[in-house]
């Protein structure tokens, strides 16, 4: 309720709705509710803005009936935790892939990651700064990653221009990867 309040009051030009869900943020944090934090309600509403509108017109119309505003935040958290459950499961999976590249030699997480990428597309490519992109990482720690791969033979360099080196499976890769 304080949501709506807050949003159909207009305090600022712009950000109401936002200030209101930092406020329903806080709240629930403040009750306990801890899933909240990884809950993202943002980017549900954005995913369906008519149906956001249509929830403050149908209030607006129907005497201030809030339980139209209340329905469709309801299934906007219903939305936002089927995401996290649907990312939470994704990320599981992802690590159970991974695991299996971790009982190979020496690899830490990130190097057993970019095996399997090489092992999922074999034709792939990759640069230091597509590594340091997909892992979040700093670019000394893509470069030291893909060069401790290209010395153990799991990879080889290609030249791409005078400054910047692709890297692919060598042609080891397969072999490398039974004997481990």
């Known amino acids: 309720m304080s949501t709506y309040d807050w949003v159909y009051s207009s305090f600022f030009v712009d950000g109401n709705g936002r200030t209101a869900r930092a406020l329903f943020y806080w709240y629930l944090l403040k009750k306990s509710y801890w899933l909240t934090e ?18 403050y017109l149908y209030t607006e119309h129907d005497e201030m009936d809030v339980g139209y505003f209340i329905h469709y935040q309801l299934h906007i958290m219903a939305l936002a935790f089927e ?13 159970k892939s991974i695991a299996e590249f971790l009982k190979i030699k020496n690899f830490n997480n990130r190097q057993a990651e970019i095996i399997k990428w090489f092992y999922e597309e ?18 000394q ?40």
Request: hydrophobic share 35%; charged share 25%.
């Open 141 to 180: 720690s893509a470069r030291n990653d893909l060069a401790g791969l290209l010395t153990m033979g799991f990879l080889s360099p290609v030249s791409l221009n005078k400054k910047s080196t692709a890297y692919t499976r060598s042609p080891e890769f397969d072999e490398l990867l039974k004997e481990s």
């Open 122 to 139: 074999p034709g792939s490519m990759l640069t230091v700064r597509e590594v340091q992109t997909r892992l979040a990482v700093s670019e």
């Open 83 to 95: 995401s996290l459950q649907e990312y939470l499961k994704r990320k599981s999976e992802e690590k």
């Open 38 to 55: 990884y809950l993202s309600i943002s980017r549900m509403i954005l995913k369906s803005k008519v149906q956001y509108a249509n929830a």
